[in-house]
């Protein structure tokens, strides 16, 4: 097995922090994306978007997505689980990732390519885009505030894929000039939590 990386990356991020969770190394090769090694027809036989991060298996199958890679990994190591151990737990852990890349991890990504002077000339910036996919951004961090109220973690009181999508979200909002309001007292402590994990900087 081999993971084609982005070091910067939210999504390869993702996957680097489920695989410290569980313990997991694997052969990483880092994909320099200003270089271009993302659009060269190698790559794009393993991921014809250009995307990653990319899990390449033995025989050559190439799985991109990083849920559908987190997702192979939990079936090959299944302890400890990160997306629930029962039907209703697992819903409820795929209900919560799933508004969390929708309403919130979506969002962030599209304000730093509508907004960045990073993609200028790389894609079709599109300012107002930017605009509204940051007030997208700051509306679902005042829901997710009024959530973490009531429990620890985003979909329960036990650290899940979910808190991994959040935090890798977090992080890009951080480091692209959308940082968690200061009232958002929950979401302040709730990132204290996970971030503080000695999987963070995977
Ligand atoms: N839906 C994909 C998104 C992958 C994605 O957007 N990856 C970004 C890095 S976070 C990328 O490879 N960008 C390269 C580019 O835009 O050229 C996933 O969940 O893995």
């Known amino acids: 097995m081999k993971l084609y990386n982005l070091k910067a990356g939210m999504n390869p991020r993702r996957v680097r922090i489920f695989l410290a969770e569980k313990g997991v190394t694997i052969p ?15 790559f794009l036989r393993m991921n014809p978007l250009g995307k990653l991060p990319v899990l390449e298996l033995d025989d050559g199958t190439c799985i991109s997505e990083s849920i ?3 997702r192979y990994i939990e079936e090959l190591h299944p302890a400890p689980d990160l997306f629930g151990s029962s039907p209703a737990e697992r819903a409820v852990i795929e209900m919560w990732n799933r508004r969390v890349e929708f309403e ?3 969002p962030m990504s599209a ?4 907004l960045s002077p990073f993609f200028a000339g790389r894609i ?3 300012p107002e885009c930017g605009a509204y996919a940051r007030s997208r951004v700051l509306k679902t961090l005042g829901w997710l505030d009024a959530e973490l109220a ?5 979909a329960s009181d036990r650290y899940s894929m979910a808190d ?24 302040a402590r709730w990132w204290a939590e996970v971030s503080a994990r000695p999987t963070a900087r995977a």
């Not at 304000?111 to 509508?114: A, G, I, P, R, W």
């Not at 009531?150 to 985003?154: A, E, L, V």
């Open 104 to 106: 919130f991890a979506q």
């Open 164 to 187: 991994i999508t959040a935090q890798c979200a977090v992080l890009l909002g951080k480091n692209t000039g959308v940082p968690v309001p200061a009232e958002l007292a929950n979401v």
């Open 150 to 154: 009531t429990r620890r973690f985003i």
């Open 68 to 70: 559908a890679i987190c």
């Open 28 to 42: 990483t090769v880092d994909i320099d994306m200003m270089k271009g090694e993302n659009g060269t027809p190698e």
């Open 111 to 114: 304000q730093f390519e509508h």
């Open 124 to 126: 079709e910036q599109v």
